[in-house]
């Protein structure tokens, strides 16, 4: 899938900052993060997982969520920043 | 904004803060609500559909941007190939509307501000205040500290509110389930009543495959929705969380597979596809006793609304309802305990004491749900659970 297809019909303020953040201490690389990402943001780059983009996230937390080791720090981009939908 | 001080400070502007941030204003508080995104409600993704049962206790909403009135809708089984359709609920008058959430919500805040609440856009609460045991605020993504007497967490799901201030945990991930949604426009109204099933009352569509022939059960229910506004409509489609990593579960392959199904073809060929977009929300997360251990709602100085709350009846369609109406409790508790002077937690569960005894709690205990999941696999006995679910107060055409 194209990127532009994963979001289509959003669009992308910049600005956001990290808000993402993985622990790689804790991180081992196990992928499930990269699984439940639907907008392909992460990535395992060796053996540890990390973010490769934002413009294709839309905030939903899933890889918070499913990270069995609690690696994952999960906030809110800056504010007026990041996804928007017209149509939700 | 910087160092302000407010009677009640709402975080999230959205159906349940919005709420609480009218009803608080109306009730001579001095009220602001703190949203992060620019315009309150373009973040918000999924659509819905209100059910009259909302607009008995919060008439006002009747004037908001709805798109469709519901009479009823289908259930539709797939099986061998085939598609077999059930009426999900008819009734003589409408049931529901469905709406844009975006629209609504712009809406919903313009009618707090019109109340007299403040409303902040563009700006995050990172972190709350706390004193001497109290709640007493929260501070911005800007580096600003906004003082209150009252913190409302209005912000959804993930609670980062509610779990800063020590009253919240994060769901579990098996309490979550994830989806992706579509939303398609139609040529003409006419077309997408004919899709509907020539009848432009028929809004809603839930689409089970209880064998799993389309997406595999496995221990979840597969399902799609369809959610119809005025020419256009939401396809959604969603699964356990912890099934989705398992399985490697790659949604928009499950789509094309539906979209070569001859029904779709038949039915919604002419459709157009406007966006994609994905949000989780919590599964079941109230179907056990006392929540997962995850029910607190109140503190000093502050209390937890909607979403943020746990209060997602799974299968009823009314988390927005349930938002709602815990923004309005919540307002009004906020506005006794600052007459009273006395905003401890054992002021506050009062909130607690009135949404344990209102439909909320009805929508959100166990008596009032179906876990599908238990009979995945199960064909009669899933269908049988979806048809009972589909006929109880307040399932009205959402899927």
Same mark, same amino acid.
């Given at each position: ?7 289509? !019909? ?36 060796? !053996? ?31 504010? !007026? ?8 | ?13 959205? *159906? ?60 539709? *089984? ?20 469905? =709406? ?18 403040? =409303?902040?856009?563009? &700006? ?37 509110? /509610? ?5 919240r945990k994060k769901f ?19 077309? +997408? ?7 432009? &009352? ?9 064998? /799993? ?6 221990g979840v229910v597969g *399902? ?10 939401? *396809? ?5 969380m912890p099934y989705i ?8 392959? =499950? ?30 997360? /109230? ?107 307040? +399932?009205?055409?959402?899927?």
């Open positions: 899938m194209l990127q532009k297809d994963k979001v289509l !019909g959003t669009q992308w303020v910049p600005g956001t900052g990290d808000f993402i953040k993985i622990d790689h201490d804790r991180c081992d690389g196990c992928g499930d993060c990269v699984i439940s990402c639907f907008g392909d943001c992460i990535g395992i780059r060796n !053996g540890k997982a990390i973010i490769l983009t934002y413009e294709t996230c839309q905030e939903c937390g899933a890889c918070w969520y499913v990270c069995p080791e609690n690696a994952i720090e999960f906030s809110w981009p800056k504010g !007026g920043t990041g996804m928007k939908v017209e149509y939700g | 904004m910087a160092n302000q001080k407010y009677d009640v400070v709402i975080v999230g502007g959205s *159906f349940g803060g919005c709420v609480a941030g009218k009803v608080a204003a109306e009730k001579g508080l001095n009220t602001l609500i703190v949203e992060r995104s620019s315009v309150p409600g373009e973040k918000v993704i999924s659509g819905a559909a209100l059910s009259t049962v909302i607009f008995q206790h919060l008439p006002w909403l009747m004037e908001g941007p709805v798109e469709r009135p519901i009479h009823g809708g289908w259930n539709h *089984f797939l099986k061998n190939g085939q598609v077999q359709t059930s009426n999900l609920m008819v009734l003589p008058f409408p049931g529901a509307y469905t =709406l844009y959430c975006r629209p609504f919500i712009t809406w919903m805040a313009e009618q707090a501000v019109k109340a007299g609440a403040k =409303l902040l856009t563009s &700006t995050v609460a990172t972190d709350v205040i706390k004193e001497k045991g109290f709640v007493k605020g929260i501070v911005t993504d800007a580096g600003e500290e906004i003082r209150s007497d009252i913190l409302i967490a209005a912000d959804g799901m993930w609670s980062l509110i /509610g779990i800063k201030a020590g009253i579990a991930a098996e309490d979550i389930f994830n989806g992706v949604w579509y939303d398609f426009e139609m040529p003409s109204k006419e077309d +997408l009543d004919e899709a509907l099933g020539g009848n432009e &009352t028929y809004g809603g569509m839930s689409w089970w495959d209880p064998a /799993g022939e389309m997406v595999g059960t496995h *399902f799609f929705g369809v959610a119809a506004y005025k020419t256009s409509f939401h *396809f959604g489609m969603g699964m356990a990593v398992e399985k490697r579960v790659n949604f928009d392959q =499950l789509y094309q597979r539906f979209f070569r199904h001859d029904y779709w073809k038949e039915h919604f060929g002419k459709a157009k596809l406007r966006t994609r977009m994905w949000r989780p929300y919590p599964l079941y997360c /109230g179907l056990e006793r006392d929540m997962k251990g995850n029910d607190r709602t109140t503190g000093n100085g502050i209390m937890v609304i909607g979403d943020a709350a746990g209060f997602e009846p799974t299968g009823t369609g009314m988390g927005i309802h349930t938002a709602m109406l815990s923004g309005n409790m919540a307002a009004e508790v906020a506005a006794d305990a600052i007459s009273k002077g006395d905003t401890s937690d054992a002021f506050l569960k009062r909130y607690e004491e009135m949404w344990k005894s209102s439909l909320i709690y009805d929508a959100i205990n166990e008596r009032s749900r179906r876990d599908l999941t238990r009979w995945a696999g199960d064909e009669a006995e899933m269908k049988r659970h979806i048809l009972d679910v589909a006929i109880m107060p307040g +399932l009205t055409a959402v899927f």
